[in-house]
């Protein structure tokens, strides 16, 4: 079992950033594949970053391509999404995510693959 909790969001202007983290806890954090996604109202759950055991793969929604950062530190169990040039259509609860088929090279962008989720976290972009 792995558990894991979402912490920063919140409500910013349109163009601001925001940092969101993922603290996970349980079994081995580096044998797991990590991802964000997110769900606005009235929306299906949908892939926006996701990277490998060892960072060595990194994956990006082409919505969020050149604007969100995805990062792990496997030393401290820890998985960040890091947004800039926030729009008013990035609003949604974000979600992490672990993958206990990761590897190094790889990692999945759908969301069946992902065994474990978080509680998410709201972010909302005002325009």
């Known amino acids: 079992q792995v558990q894991l909790v979402e912490s920063g969001g919140g409500l910013v202007q349109a163009g601001g950033s925001l940092r969101l983290s993922c603290a996970a806890s349980?079994?081995?954090?580096?044998?797991?594949?990590m991802a964000w996604f997110r769900q606005a109202p009235d929306k299906e759950r949908e892939f926006v970053a996701a990277?490998?055991?060892?960072?060595?793969?990194?994956y990006y929604a082409d919505s969020v391509k050149g604007r969100f950062t995805i990062s792990r530190d496997n030393a401290k169990s820890t998985v960040d999404l890091q947004m800039n040039s926030l729009k008013p259509e990035d609003t949604a609860v974000y979600y992490c995510?672990?993958?206990?088929?990761?590897?190094?090279?790889?990692?999945?962008?759908?969301?069946?693959?992902?065994?474990?989720w978080g509680q998410g976290t709201q972010v909302t972009v005002s325009s």
């Open positions: 995510a672990a993958d206990r088929q990761g590897n190094s090279y790889y990692a999945s962008a759908q969301s069946l693959d992902y065994d474990y």
């Open positions: 349980g079994r081995t954090f580096t044998n797991y594949a």
């Open positions: 990277l490998s055991t060892t960072s060595i793969s990194t």
